[in-house]
Nanobody, 121 residues
Framework: QVQVVESGGGLVQAGGSLRLSCAAS????????MGWYRQAPGKQRELVAT???????AYADSVEVRFTISRDNANNTVYLQMNSLKPENTDVYYC???????????????WGQGTQVTVSS
């Protein structure tokens, strides 16, 4: 059984900061990549930031410079530090983990339940 659990969302004023955390647990052999996506009601989920096992990062243009993704490999945890938040950053943020499980030969993608980020003006 694999779990991907996010935390750290909440309400913040424009210009403020939040730090999201996402921990993957279960029968994990290795992590291929972890990342963050956002989704508004009725819209497609879109990439915010990803971090591969080789520590390559990718960011949406709108958040590069303001957001930083990092990983704690020992604890299978990924973080998203969000600075200088704007009202347009308001959304539900989802964590994903691309995992190679013990006894398996391919990578599977798992999603967390989402955490709400609300930025007030």
């Amino acid at each position: 059984q694999v779990q991907v659990v996010e935390s750290g969302g909440g309400l913040v004023q424009a210009g403020g900061s939040l730090r999201l955390s996402c921990a993957a647990s279960g029968s994990i052999f290795s992590i291929d990549a972890m990342g963050w996506y956002r989704q508004a009601p009725g819209k497609q989920r879109e990439l915010v930031a990803t971090l591969t096992g080789g520590l390559r990062t990718a960011y949406a243009d709108s958040v590069e410079v303001r957001f930083t993704i990092s990983r704690d490999n020992a604890n299978n945890t990924v973080y998203l530090q969000m600075n200088s938040l704007k009202p347009e950053n308001t959304d539900v943020y989802y964590c994903n983990a691309d995992l190679l499980l013990r006894g398996k030969s391919r990578v599977y993608r798992y999603w967390g339940q989402g955490t709400q980020v609300t930025v007030s003006s």
